[in-house]
């Protein structure tokens, strides 16, 4: 179980509210099971982690995790741990230079594919692998692309990005076929650099939300008459919400294909492309 969540927006001090549009949607529900969780975030050239292997709590308000994050752009993950320790070194989402990288779903075989996707990795990415999880390697592989193509600094264009995130699935399912399974299974990958965020979803429910107009807008700001004297220029205030775990479409939600790209910018609309 695991819910991948994020956003990007233009409006960094009105970041510590906005999943409180859609917070009802956004709590995982954990029953009996231990999870863990973390954020990572942009706050202008800083790239910053907050990450907790183990939350007890039946259930996780995935908004109340941002209350005084400032920032335009995020990153998180809720799960249950599929491999490794419940320690910091294993808790999504990861982070290489100004990469963020957090991983939906668990690769099938994947004792048996460990070391075949370690030996994919160049040595100098390798020596920042810290923990034993499936989700870092994958990181890993996606920035193995990345430098292949020559993009592993800030050359790297949107659709280079959503190459490497597809070359990585691919890379994953043939060794998975190899192992005698079909596939690498249901897969999310949510990627951002701190200009954008991409995404890739293969059967993991994922949908995105527009937070645009009034009302939107107002449900963001301080419960007093000061509300349209703080933020005179609403109509320019825009954030996208990401989230996965969807199995329905929800009202105000807009479920991505089933085996899709997508990338979201500040300003720009989606680009939705098949994998």
């Known amino acids: ?14 970041a510590s509210r906005v999943l409180d549009v859609e917070a009802d949607a956004l709590k995982v529900h954990t029953g009996s099971r231990r999870v863990g969780w973390g954020l990572g ?30 920032a335009d752009v995020l990153v998180g993950n809720v799960r249950v741990a599929g491999q490794g320790e419940p320690r910091t070194e294993n808790t999504q989402p990861f982070r290489y230079r100004q990469w963020l990288f957090a991983h939906s779903g668990e690769v099938a075989q994947f004792d048996r594919l460990r070391d075949r996707l370690t030996s994919s990795i160049p040595d100098f990415l390798q020596r920042n692998v810290r923990g034993e999880t499936d989700s870092e390697l994958l990181f ?30 691919a890379l994953v399912d043939r060794l998975c076929e ?6 690498a299974g249901p897969t999310g990958f949510m990627v951002s ?38 933020l005179p220029d609403m109509a320019r205030v825009r954030f996208t919400l990401v989230a996965s775990g969807f199995t329905d479409e929800l009202p105000r939600w807009n479920l991505l294909p089933d085996r899709a790209t997508v990338v979201f910018g500040r300003l720009e609309e989606p680009v939705v492309e098949p994998i």
């Open 178 to 183: 190899e192992e005698g399974a079909a596939d």
């Open 41 to 70: 975030f942009y706050q202008g050239a800083d790239v910053l982690l907050r990450r907790r292997p183990v939350d007890d709590r039946a259930v996780i308000d995935v908004a109340s995790l941002t209350r005084d994050v400032r």
């Open 193 to 230: 650099n701190g200009e954008y965020l991409a995404v890739l979803n293969r059967n993991a429910g994922i949908a995105w939300r527009a937070v645009r107009g009034e009302a939107d807008i107002e449900a963001l700001l301080p419960e007093d008459g000061l509300r349209r004297i703080r």
């Open 1 to 14: 179980m695991s819910r991948l969540f994020g956003f990007i927006g233009n409006r960094p001090d009105l």
């Open 140 to 169: 890993y592989l996606f920035l193995s692309f990345l430098h292949d193509a020559g993009a592993l600094r800030d050359s790297a264009t949107a659709s280079g990005v959503t190459t490497a995130l597809r070359s990585t699935l």
